[in-house]
């Protein structure tokens, strides 16, 4: 993305300019911290929300579309000359790991009390805290840390951690949890299914590895 919203780029904002053509609606595109696009949902302040995780605790606040139109991974990074010390999950354990709020990413990561985890507004305050050597890890998700990291200027500053996890996150639109937007949700699905088969989505990913 940059701070325009005209000239945002990414998987998410390619996804919802297809939508757009195919449904024949106009959607605006706002930005806002994590934590907060998320309780737009769960207040009906927003019409849908992108690149969501499915959680339990979601799932009973706000409508998921079935489809799953990507998936992420998730990753650690440290400071550039650190990535190799972290070889397997337990080497996490005794150092401050920064987090997204309200973000989840695999488990046990997300409900392991013995982790420090640092909660953060955003992913670039995260990152930067990193470079700066005031947390020693980050968590987030592949492609989206090394894009991040290249737009914000910290290559050469933080790197891949050794261990990545296996697993993946698969990511969906979410809708409020209203009856009025379920018709909404099946025609997303019906989209997102088409753009799937017919390579649409495949596409606009690999325009972004």
Not at 113 to 124: A, G, P, Y
Not at 152 to 169: C, M, N, S, V, Y
Not at 178 to 187: K, V
């Amino acid at each position: 993305t940059n701070d325009a919203p005209g000239a945002w780029t990414g998987i998410d904002i390619d996804l919802v300019r297809e939508l757009e053509r195919r449904l024949g609606v106009e959607i605006v595109v706002r930005s806002a911290p994590w934590a907060r696009c998320l309780e737009m949902v769960r207040l009906a302040q927003t019409d849908i929300l992108t690149g969501v995780a499915w959680t339990a605790e979601r799932a009973a606040s706000m409508r998921f579309v079935p489809t799953s139109y990507s998936e992420v991974r998730p990753a650690f990074y440290a400071r550039t000359g650190a990535g190799a010390s972290v070889r397997r999950y337990a080497d996490l354990l005794g150092k401050s790991i920064g987090q997204s709020i309200n973000s989840a990413y695999f488990e046990p990561f997300n409900s392991d009390e013995r982790l420090e985890k640092v909660s953060v507004r955003d992913e670039e305050t995260i990152l930067r805290m990193l470079a700066d050597g005031r947390i020693d890890l980050a968590v987030g998700t592949e492609p989206n840390l090394a894009w991040d990291t290249a737009r914000f200027g910290l290559k050469g500053r933080i790197e891949p951690t050794a261990w990545h996890p296996d697993q993946a996150t698969p990511l969906y639109v979410v809708l409020p949890l209203r009856d009025s937007s379920a018709p909404l949700a099946e025609l997303i699905d019906a989209a997102i299914r088409d753009m799937l088969a017919d390579g649409t989505m495949a596409d606009i990913i690999r325009k972004y590895r």
